[in-house]
C-alpha cells in the first residue's frame, strides 16, 4: 500500500512540474520616465509580485527594463500596463495618471533629484 502511495505522490508531482513549464521569453522595456533610484527600486519590487514575471531588473543608466516572464501566463500588454500601474511610462504605454501623481517628488519628470 505504501509503496502505491509514493508512487501515485511522485507521479503526480512529476505531472505538476511537467504542466508548469511554460514559455520562458525575456524582453526589454524602455522606461523613459524613470528618474531615480526609488523609481528602479519600486518598478523592481512591483513587478516581482506579477504572476508569470520570473525577474524584472532596471538599468537607470540607459532606462531600460529587462524583464523575464512566462508567456504562457503573461504577455507584454499586461507586463506594461503593470509597469503603467506603478506611475511610469513603459514602451509606448503611458504612465497612469493617478499613480503618477502619486510617486516620490525625485521620481517625477524634472522633480529633485536624491
Known amino acids: 500500500m505504501k509503496k502505491?502511495?509514493?508512487f501515485t505522490v511522485s507521479a503526480l508531482l512529476l505531472g505538476v512540474m511537467a504542466c508548469s513549464k511554460g514559455e520562458a521569453k525575456q524582453?526589454?522595456?524602455a522606461l523613459s520616465t524613470i528618474q531615480c533610484g526609488m523609481c528602479?527600486?519600486?518598478i523592481e519590487r512591483?513587478?516581482?509580485?506579477i504572476k508569470g514575471i520570473t525577474n524584472f531588473d532596471v538599468d537607470l543608466k540607459t532606462?531600460?527594463?529587462r524583464v523575464n516572464f512566462d508567456a504562457a501566463v503573461i504577455d507584454m500588454a499586461a507586463i506594461e500596463k503593470a509597469i503603467s500601474d506603478l506611475g511610469y511610462q513603459a514602451n509606448n504605454t503611458i504612465a497612469d495618471p493617478v499613480a503618477y501623481e502619486g510617486l516620490a517628488p525625485c521620481c517625477k519628470i524634472g522633480g529633485m533629484s536624491h
Not at 512591483?46 to 509580485?49: A, C, D, I, L
Open 27 to 29: 524582453a526589454d522595456i
Open 63 to 65: 532606462k531600460t527594463g
Open 46 to 49: 512591483g513587478m516581482s509580485k
Open 40 to 42: 528602479e527600486s519600486t
Open 4 to 6: 502505491i502511495i509514493i
